[in-house]
């Protein structure tokens, strides 16, 4: 599965990783966006939590320079990716680490390819940001 096959996903396979991804805890505050529009927040060292579908919840915003957070001047600490498509580190060997999507009630991160890749909840969606679960209510400042 690639990212410009998603929506080309059976309506059964979306299902099921919405489901997966749908641990709802409630809402998430000083959402920021994992992409090029991320603020340079710092790391708690939040464990995430997996599924058996590979979709990882995580509500922390990376730190620059680490897994989920901006690149630094085009790099990031050592054994970590710089992907200058999207200007964010990624650690090669697991590739969600430190992606939040928005935070777990918006959707969660699930590798692709080597490269992370949000799956959105329903009434959110990635489209602006492929890394971040944007609302469809447009409630969201980041997402406008």
Not at 16 to 44: F, K, M, Q, Y
Not at 71 to 91: F, T, Y
């Amino acid at each position: 599965m690639t990212r410009s096959t998603l929506p080309l996903l059976s309506l059964a396979a979306v299902a099921a990783l919405l489901l997966a991804c749908d641990p709802i805890v409630g809402p998430v505050g000083g959402e920021t966006a994992a992409s090029g529009d991320e603020a340079s927040g710092t790391s708690t060292g939040t464990t995430p939590s997996s599924t058996d579908t590979g979709c990882v919840s995580q509500d922390q915003v990376a730190a620059p320079g680490t897994p989920g957070g901006l690149c630094n001047a085009g790099s990031c600490e050592a054994g970590i990716a710089c992907d200058a498509a999207q200007s964010v580190c990624v650690d090669p060997a697991e590739p969600c680490n430190g992606f939040t999507c928005g935070g777990s009630a918006r959707g969660c991160c699930m590798p692709d390819a080597g490269l992370p890749m949000c799956v959105c909840n329903s009434g959110f969606d990635n489209t602006r940001y492929p890394l971040y679960c944007c609302p469809q209510d447009g409630s969201d400042p980041i997402c406008l």
